[in-house]
């Protein structure tokens, strides 16, 4: 009965830790209520592109400290981009905050590095519309 218990427990546990370990604050820019688009569809761009392009959404991203790897962050970015309608999403800005954080031992502390995007959701205009 003990090892039903542990078996059940643990995969809720996981669960919960890994969709915690992000941050994400939405601005709506664009009020048009949007579809949902597919996730792979979504470009991650670090510069402005040369179409034309409309913000719909600004979000702020955290990894809150557990060092994601590059492709994960892409992965994150265009999930949220497509849950906002995007078709692109346009990386403002990346800060890298630093801070100190108490360990669970007396005396210990450790260096937590957390990166925040700031990231803009496009969609592009079609030619010859303003």
Same mark, same amino acid.
């Given at each position: 009965?003990? *090892?039903?218990? #542990?078996?059940?427990?643990? &995969? +809720?546990?996981?669960?919960?830790?890994?969709?915690?370990? *992000?941050?994400?604050?939405?601005?709506? %820019?664009?009020? *048009?209520?949007?579809?949902? *688009?597919? &996730?792979?569809?979504?470009?991650? $761009?670090?510069?402005?592109?040369?179409?034309?392009? /409309?913000?719909?959404?600004?979000? /702020?991203?955290?990894?809150?400290?557990?060092? $994601? #790897?590059?492709?994960?962050?892409?992965?994150?970015?265009? !999930?949220?981009?497509?849950?906002?309608?995007?078709?692109?999403? +346009?990386?403002?800005?990346?800060?890298?905050?630093?801070? %100190?954080?108490?360990?669970?031992? !007396?005396?210990?502390?450790?260096?937590?590095?957390?990166?925040? +995007?700031?990231?803009?959701? !496009?969609?592009?205009? /079609?030619?010859?519309?303003?």
């Amino acid at each position: 009965m003990g *090892t039903w218990r #542990s078996r059940v427990v643990f &995969p +809720l546990i996981a669960v919960v830790s890994v969709s915690g370990c *992000t941050a994400i604050r939405v601005t709506y %820019v664009d009020p *048009t209520p949007r579809n949902q *688009t597919e &996730p792979s569809s979504i470009q991650v $761009l670090r510069g402005e592109p040369p179409r034309a392009y /409309q913000v719909v959404a600004r979000f /702020q991203f955290a990894d809150k400290g557990w060092n $994601l #790897s590059e492709a994960e962050l892409n992965r994150r970015i265009r !999930i949220e981009a497509a849950r906002l309608g995007g078709e692109a999403a +346009l990386v403002e800005q990346m800060v890298h905050n630093h801070f %100190v954080s108490e360990g669970l031992l !007396i005396g210990h502390t450790a260096e937590v590095s957390q990166r925040v +995007l700031f990231v803009r959701v !496009i969609v592009f205009k /079609q030619s010859g519309v303003h």
